[in-house]
């Protein structure tokens, strides 16, 4: 008979056992070409997170328009980002990754394995967690890398590893953070960031914070990414001294026929370009790694929407990608949400006290 449940891995009386630590990213397609996207974008716009229509509504729109429109056009935008080494955002949270592994043992956390996933394309979730489990992780924590809660975000990253436990027989202990989006030290990392840029080439008329938007209905059913987003940016706000008329938050992004969260990004920028506001700084606190969002739709587009609409100086800060501060942040919030596992693992004395009990007790291995 078939197993309904996936493989467990060959388990060893008195084996170190390991604690995981899985970040997850939205994802990107493997390549910025129309084949790579097509994939892409139809595992991404059948998640029901991400639209809440009815399949018998959504279906013959997805596949019968939007799928033969949209990723040629997406290729072209993807194409104007993509590095040597692939995806911005692949590339940028591979990195992360192994950063904060280097960060974590160098605190004494050696029992700590780090690695990666996407929600959408690759590495996938499924495989990160495999991965994780064959590696001896019996507890897991699961880090989506979403500042703010967004159940099309955050809930949908949860949704793909809940999912993939269903197919795990042995579970592991699982832990998730929702959200850091007031968190002291990621607030403080946005703000330091924002001091150096400032520091080499001074400051704006005007900050702008631009979030990606969520359909307004989701505000109203409950979802809290809109207070949350607002939360983030008066604290950094406050963090860097700036009164109301010196900073504003946007939300970009929108997609459909749907009423947003406003106000939204492109209409801002028209208006701050006819009232001739000379210099305005956009920074993007939703995200954590630069992507096309942040890179074409923000830095790109956005730029030439302000200036052809009056404005005179526009600049994009970077995500925080890789700066120390974030992979100081990154680690202290990791190392919080470990408590009770780090302190409760066995050493090398009780794991082979263990192993010997097993043995006398008619154990194989």
Same mark, same amino acid.
């Given at each position: &008979?078939?197993?309904?449940?996936?493989?467990?891995?060959?388990?060893?009386?008195?084996?170190?056992?390991?604690?995981?630590?899985?970040?997850?990213?939205?994802?990107?397609?493997?390549?910025?070409?129309?084949? %790579?996207?097509?994939?892409?974008?139809?595992?991404?716009?059948?998640?029901?997170?991400?639209?809440?229509?009815?399949?018998?509504?959504?279906?013959?729109?997805?596949?019968?328009?939007?799928?033969?429109?949209? *990723?040629?056009?997406?290729?072209?935008?993807?194409?104007?980002?993509?590095?040597?080494?692939?995806?911005? =955002?692949?590339?940028?949270?591979?990195?992360?990754?192994?950063?904060?592994?280097?960060?974590?043992?160098?605190?004494?956390?050696?029992?700590?394995?780090?690695?990666?996933?996407?929600?959408?394309?690759?590495?996938?979730?499924?495989?990160?967690?495999?991965?994780?489990?064959?590696?001896?992780?019996?507890?897991?924590?699961?880090?989506?890398?979403? *500042?703010?809660?967004?159940?099309?975000?955050?809930?949908?990253?949860?949704?793909?590893?809940?999912?993939? =436990?269903?197919?795990?027989?042995?579970?592991?202990?699982?832990?998730?953070?929702?959200?850091?989006?007031?968190?002291?030290?990621?607030?403080?990392? #946005?703000?330091?960031?924002?001091?150096?840029?400032?520091?080499?080439?001074?400051?704006?008329?005007?900050?702008?914070?631009?979030?990606?938007?969520?359909?307004?209905?989701?505000?109203?059913?409950?979802?809290?990414?809109?207070?949350?987003?607002?939360?983030?940016?008066?604290? =950094?706000?406050?963090?860097?001294?700036?009164? %109301?008329?010196?900073?504003?938050?946007?939300?970009?992004?929108?997609?459909?026929?749907?009423?947003?969260?406003?106000?939204?990004?492109?209409?801002?920028?028209?208006?701050?370009?006819?009232?001739?506001?000379?210099?305005?700084?956009?920074?993007?606190?939703?995200?954590? %790694?630069?992507?096309?969002?942040?890179?074409?739709?923000?830095? &790109?587009?956005?730029?030439?929407?302000?200036?052809? %609409?009056?404005?005179?100086?526009?600049?994009?800060?970077?995500?925080?990608?890789?700066?120390?501060?974030?992979?100081?942040?990154?680690?202290?919030?990791?190392?919080?949400?470990?408590?009770?596992?780090?302190?409760?693992?066995?050493?090398?004395?009780?794991?082979?006290?263990?192993?010997?009990?097993? #043995?006398?007790?008619?154990?194989?291995?």
């Amino acid at each position: &008979m078939k197993d309904h449940y996936l493989a467990e891995p060959p388990y060893t009386h008195g084996q170190a056992q390991r604690i995981g630590v899985l970040l997850i990213n939205l994802g990107s397609p493997d390549a910025p070409t129309k084949q %790579a996207l097509k994939p892409y974008l139809r595992e991404f716009l059948s998640d029901p997170r991400i639209v809440e229509l009815p399949r018998w509504l959504w279906w013959p729109v997805l596949h019968g328009v939007i799928l033969n429109t949209r *990723p040629a056009k997406s290729a072209e935008k993807y194409a104007t980002i993509w590095t040597k080494d692939g995806s911005p =955002l692949r590339v940028h949270t591979e990195r992360l990754a192994k950063l904060l592994q280097g960060s974590l043992g160098e605190k004494g956390m050696k029992q700590v394995l780090v690695t990666h996933a996407m929600r959408y394309g690759n590495p996938s979730i499924g495989k990160a967690l495999t991965h994780l489990k064959e590696k001896g992780c019996g507890q897991i924590l699961l880090l989506p890398l979403y *500042p703010q809660y967004a159940a099309s975000s955050t809930g949908s990253a949860l949704d793909a590893c809940y999912h993939q =436990l269903l197919q795990i027989r042995n579970q592991p202990d699982i832990r998730t953070i929702k959200h850091f989006h007031d968190d002291a030290s990621y607030i403080n990392a #946005l703000a330091q960031s924002v001091r150096r840029y400032w520091s080499q080439h001074g400051q704006p008329d005007k900050l702008v914070l631009s979030f990606h938007g969520i359909p307004k209905f989701a505000l109203e059913r409950g979802d809290p990414y809109h207070c949350e987003c607002l939360k983030t940016g008066r604290l =950094l706000a406050e963090a860097l001294q700036l009164d %109301a008329s010196r900073y504003e938050v946007c939300f970009q992004s929108r997609f459909g026929r749907a009423e947003w969260l406003q106000p939204y990004l492109a209409n801002r920028l028209v208006e701050l370009g006819k009232q001739k506001v000379r210099r305005i700084d956009v920074i993007c606190p939703g995200f954590v %790694a630069d992507c096309l969002e942040t890179l074409e739709e923000v830095a &790109m587009e956005g730029k030439a929407t302000f200036l052809s %609409a009056g404005g005179k100086e526009f600049h994009y800060l970077p995500c925080l990608n890789d700066s120390p501060d974030w992979i100081e942040t990154l680690s202290a919030l990791v190392t919080h949400h470990l408590q009770g596992w780090i302190d409760s693992s066995p050493d090398d004395t009780q794991r082979q006290t263990s192993r010997q009990r097993a #043995l006398q007790l008619g154990a194989k291995q």
